[in-house]
């Protein structure tokens, strides 16, 4: 099989502007292993000699291990260009290709098909147009294949094309092919696809990829290259309100500043008015520069400097918008989260999330429901496993401006970032902002912190011990807040044990639980500081996020971990309960130190090691570290 373009004029002046105003179908290829997606495009970029010779000698020197015989070069290895992918047979990142027929451009995404590389799919699919969904005729649909195509729904694909391939393999039974076609369409009725095109395709051999085949002559469809080069797409929505998110302030001199980004969304003219989304403040478009020189007018994802006629405080993180369209303002709202992490997501912990362009830290404080992939069936949860899909809502330390993903994909999206790894480990499509966050505002107080300490004649602080059960830690806090209150301050123990009787007695020991805990722990922390006092907090809190969490609550200084370090088998022996003993016989699930880890801290303000020495000794080391304290305020 072959296709041939049709021949460039001579003009290479107007070829190069009739390429220019080609459209662009961005698509990505997804699908459970092994489906023959790298194969597919590889076969499409051959067929239509659009593979340069040196590409084709460098893959005859790889090797084909791939290949169906030793004389055929196998065509996935024009995408899995990777070592790994190489040595494995897989894809393991995305793989981008650009190229371009008489009548479109396109821009593909070869996204791995392994479940546990579903976060390069999201990566792929963000910016598509158009989806094949590959299914092996062998195998059918897949946990997977299901996985692909609402994640592919999710994101705001609009287009499918689902490719049956390797139907060499059932001898081209039209029957096998049609029973496919029917499940999946029963399955993707919910996903509100705007368009689902079935195509019987061998990738390896070629059948039906860039032109009809006569093994499947009861298949009357066009080819996947035919299809791709004439499906319709919505329009760029020009109509769209502008959003400009700032990048970067541009000042290479006393005379010019200027708010670089690129414009997600609409159109900006010179004199066009705008609104800075997070302040309000109103002004108008002096001039949009560009390295080539200044513009009228300029369009959706054009990368300019715009140049306003009044000063305003605009900076990275900061959207400049239409005025009579703003986006929402708000620091709590409901988002459709995508997990990626091995490490579960919990409600109460403390992330980044990041969007395009700013960067705070974020809470998940409602899991609502996780989503059945296979049923589309809301299930109850407490935390979202890898690659598990559930709504949330998220509470951020400081407003963001963002607008829901079904209207603006670009300003509607979000990342979630480990504060310790700083690995991305989820993303986030917004839905809505709550209501609650316009409704709630911190209430000015007449009477504040410092009013309230100074008649105290103290310092407000959190002491948080933390270690293991039966390291000492509330014998030790219990002799400190006895001296503190002898000496006239004014303080209050915090421990778990009582917490977990009133506050806190709704919740287990799971590890969402201790979350959960320590959370609401700190929180009741945080307001006791306000009111001046000196608060001794006594909690195993396992986790060095939730302890980070309790920190960033805290002004600067006001909080000092305590790490009252005691070796586990000192603490089994000490143990007045027998907790040890059951735990260790498994009569205990998810005890700190045995079946659940305990994260030590890394640099507390105090390392307290307690074996060999008296709890009134150790409390009185604190009580000195308070008094410096005071002394250097």
Not at 161 to 175: E, M, S
Not at 487 to 498: A, C, F, I, P, S
Not at 608 to 620: K, M, N, Q, S, Y
Request: hydrophobic share 40%.
């Amino acid at each position: 099989m072959s296709y041939v373009q049709s021949i460039p004029p001579h003009d290479i002046e107007a070829h190069l502007a009739e390429h220019d105003n080609k459209s662009i179908l961005r698509f990505i290829t997804c699908g459970s292993v092994d489906d023959g997606k790298s194969t597919l495009i590889g076969r499409l970029l051959y067929d239509a000699k659009l593979v340069f010779e040196d590409q084709l000698a460098n893959l005859g020197r790889v090797g084909s291990p791939g290949a169906a015989n030793g004389k055929e070069i196998d065509l996935a290895l024009l995408l899995d260009g990777l070592e790994a992918e190489r040595e494995q047979g897989i894809t393991i990142d995305v793989a981008y290709r650009y190229f371009a027929t008489s009548k479109r451009k396109f821009i593909v995404a070869d996204t791995p098909g392994h479940e546990e590389y579903t976060r390069n799919m999201v990566t792929g699919a963000s910016t598509a147009d158009l989806a094949i969904i590959l299914i092996d005729s062998r195998q059918g649909i897949l946990q997977q294949t299901r996985r692909h195509s609402y994640i592919a729904s999710l994101l705001g694909i609009r287009h499918v094309v689902l490719a049956v391939n390797k139907i060499d393999l059932v001898d081209y039974q039209q029957q096998v092919y049609e029973e496919i076609v029917a499940d999946y369409m029963a399955f993707a009725k919910e996903l509100g696809f705007a368009s689902i095109r079935p195509i019987p395709i061998s990738a390896r051999d070629g059948d039906n990829v860039i032109s009809a085949s006569t093994n499947t002559p009861w298949y009357r469809g066009a080819a996947l290259l035919e299809y791709l080069e004439t499906v319709e797409l919505e329009p760029t929505d020009q109509a769209k309100p502008f959003r400009f998110p700032v990048q970067m302030v541009m000042r290479p001199n006393a005379d010019f500043r200027g708010y670089a980004g690129q414009i997600s969304c609409g159109r900006i003219s010179v004199g066009d008015p705008v609104v800075v989304a997070k302040t309000g403040q109103r002004t108008s478009v002096k001039a949009i520069v560009t390295y080539d020189g200044e513009l009228a007018t300029a369009g959706e994802g054009e990368a300019v400097t715009l140049v306003l006629s009044d000063e305003v405080d605009a900076s990275r993180g900061n959207m400049l918008v239409a005025p009579g369209a703003r986006p929402f303002v708000a620091d709590q709202f409901q988002a459709h989260v995508i997990w990626f992490d091995a490490n579960p997501m919990m409600p109460g912990r403390s992330y980044i999330l990041r969007t395009e362009t700013d960067s705070v830290s974020a809470t998940v404080t409602t899991l609502k429901h996780q989503v059945n992939i296979n049923s589309f069936i809301r299930e109850a949860a407490k935390s979202l496993q890898m690659n598990e899909v559930g709504v949330c809502n998220i509470s951020t330390q400081a407003p963001i401006a963002f607008d829901a993903y079904k209207d603006n994909r670009a300003t509607g999206n979000f990342i979630i970032v480990d504060r310790v790894t700083n690995a991305t480990v989820g993303a986030g499509l917004i839905d809505f902002p709550l209501r609650r966050a316009d409704n709630v505002h911190w209430h000015a107080l007449e009477v504040n912190k410092s009013a309230r300490s100074a008649m105290k004649n103290q310092l407000p602080a959190v002491l948080w011990f933390t270690g293991l059960s039966g390291s000492g830690k509330s014998t030790i806090a219990n002799e400190l807040d006895r001296i503190l209150h002898a000496q006239g301050k004014h303080t209050y123990l915090l421990d778990g044990d009582n917490v977990r009787h009133g506050l806190n007695r709704d919740l287990g020991f799971t590890e969402e639980d201790r979350v959960e805990n320590i959370r609401r722990v700190a929180e009741v922390a945080k307001l006791m500081a306000d009111a001046g006092l000196i608060v001794l907090v006594s909690f195993i809190s396992p986790f060095r996020d939730e302890r980070r969490m309790a920190r960033e609550l805290m002004e600067e200084g006001e909080f000092i971990e305590i790490f009252v370090d005691t070796p586990l088998g000192e603490c089994a022996r000490r143990d007045p309960k027998g907790l040890y003993e059951k735990a260790l016989a498994g009569q205990i699930a998810n005890f700190t130190g045995v079946s659940s880890p305990y994260e030590a801290p890394e640099n507390p303000e105090l390392h307290i090691r307690t074996v060999g020495h008296e709890p009134t000794d150790l409390a009185l080391a604190i009580e000195e570290f308070l008094d410096r304290r005071m002394e250097d305020k």
